[in-house]
């Protein structure tokens, strides 16, 4: 394979991963600059339509900090208080509930201004399996007051859209 | 003495007052002011009322703790071997799988407020992990805090206390 021919290769590549990503997504992307996320923001919309359960996370908080760390929780209202009030001695179906409601984590960020990416570099997460992780999210819109991301392979299976509001 | 050392000694001393006020007014800020930006756990144990000690996270906890200026609060704790779900989704969690990351991990996040009087700090949890917190008020007494250190203690719900150590992020 010549040089030509191996650069026409590289170049049909990445226009096809290209065009993956966007296909995946279904959503433009919007341009954005780090510093329009720096902030609180809390969850204002959780869109997973084909996600595995039901009822997902309905509460969450995101901060962005201008030193690049971030701290993330998606909550849900609705898992059931422990009957033992202790989360050492929870029963079977507690703890189940708990983990199917619920995921936090936190670490630093990074956004390609370019292509409305944003990575979330996981330090530690409730997830375990995220932990030390990089995580990419598809910014489709960010406002002053908003942003809406998509998350291509969700923890809880599927596709999902959050959107947040920022806190004042 | 010439003119130029008496202007430069006169330099000297206007320096010299304005560095001593600064400081000064470091000492004075509120506690609030001293708290906020964003701590990493160093330390979580839980001393029983029989004297043992029980570190819920591990020895070498890993967590955060962010408090914004604007009277948001963020926590999340967990221990460092939490174990990974072997199905690669939370949905699908083993019974022992669930029981480890619930009882090794915690996220919560709210406001919170502190007296600058008896140094009491307390968490109102709009949210947690733990659904049994959630709504609640949580109270924490600073035991120490310095501009790279904090330290608070609390009584735990099931009895003892539990002491948190924290460093500055930077």
Known sequence: MNRRNMLAMSAITVFGLALLAEGAIGAPKAKIKKGQLVGDWALAGNNAPNAAIQNGPDDGYLVFERNGRFSFALLNAKVPKFASNNRNTGTADENKAAVQG???????????????TLTFHITRS??????????????TALTAQELKYTNPSASFGGTAELVWKRVK | MNRRSILSISAITALGLTVLPGSAVAQQKTLKEQLVGTWSLASWEQVMPDGSKVHNYGTNPKGVVVFDANGR??????????????????????????????AGSLAYFGTYTVNDADKALNFRLDASSFPNQVGSDQKRTI????????????????????SVGLKRAK
């Open chain 2, 73 to 102: 609060l963020f926590v999340m704790f967990a221990r460092p071997d939490l174990p990974k779900i072997a199905s690669n989704a939370p949905r699908t969690a083993t019974a022992e799988e669930a029981k480890a990351l619930v």
């Open chain 1, 126 to 139: 409730s997830y375990p399996n995220w932990t030390g992780t990089d995580q990419l999210r598809l910014v």
């Open chain 1, 102 to 116: 619920n995921i936090a984590y936190f670490g630093t960020y990074s956004v390609n201004e370019a292509d409305g």
């Open chain 2, 143 to 162: 035991t120490s805090l310095t501009a790279d250190e904090l330290k608070y203690d609390t009584i735990a719900l099931a009895g003892g206390k539990i």
